[in-house]
């Protein structure tokens, strides 16, 4: 069975404002880049791409920007990620405030179980990607 999950990976208009903001928000390095001229694939793909880590892998979120690819990412409903700690979870939700996003207190959906010693914010990146923050 699957013990853990790798990576993420989101199609953006902007790379460079997707890595801005998540590096400001989250924390996240760059790790990587590739661009669409560095090898054939890429160049078959017209696709260039950005990988974000925390520290602990290579990469934890990879942006991807295809230069042909229309997305809607009006369809794709959320995505959550567990926060370490509560110094951790305040860090990002000031972060978040003071770079004027739009945050949604609690969880992104209603019925989702939340215990009453959790905490839970969610807010849209800058391509409309949902994300949903927990503190457990």
Same mark, same amino acid.
């Given at each position: 069975? =699957? ?9 953006? $208009?902007?790379?460079?404002?997707? *890595? ?29 791409? *950005?990988? !974000? ?19 809607? $990412?009006?369809?794709? !409903? ?5 926060? *370490? ?8 939700? =000031? ?12 969880? !992104? ?8 010693? #959790? ?7 800058? $391509?409309?990607? #949902? ?6």
């Amino acid at each position: 069975m =699957v013990s853990k999950f790798q990576h993420l990976v989101f199609y953006v $208009n902007d790379l460079e404002e997707s *890595r801005a903001f998540f590096s400001q928000l989250l924390d996240l390095q760059l790790s990587a880049l590739n661009h669409p001229d560095s090898s054939a694939a890429m160049k078959l793909a017209n696709q260039e791409m *950005r990988f !974000m880590s925390f520290g602990f892998y290579h990469h934890d979120i990879c942006l991807v920007k295809h230069r042909k690819l229309q997305f809607d $990412n009006e369809s794709l !409903m959320h995505y959550t990620m567990v926060i *370490r700690d509560s110094t951790a979870y305040d860090k990002i939700l =000031v972060n978040a405030q003071k770079m004027g996003i739009a945050t949604k207190e609690g969880r !992104m959906i209603k019925s989702a179980k939340m215990e009453n010693h #959790w905490k839970a914010f969610c807010f849209q990146d800058p $391509n409309k990607h #949902w994300i949903e923050l927990i503190l457990k």
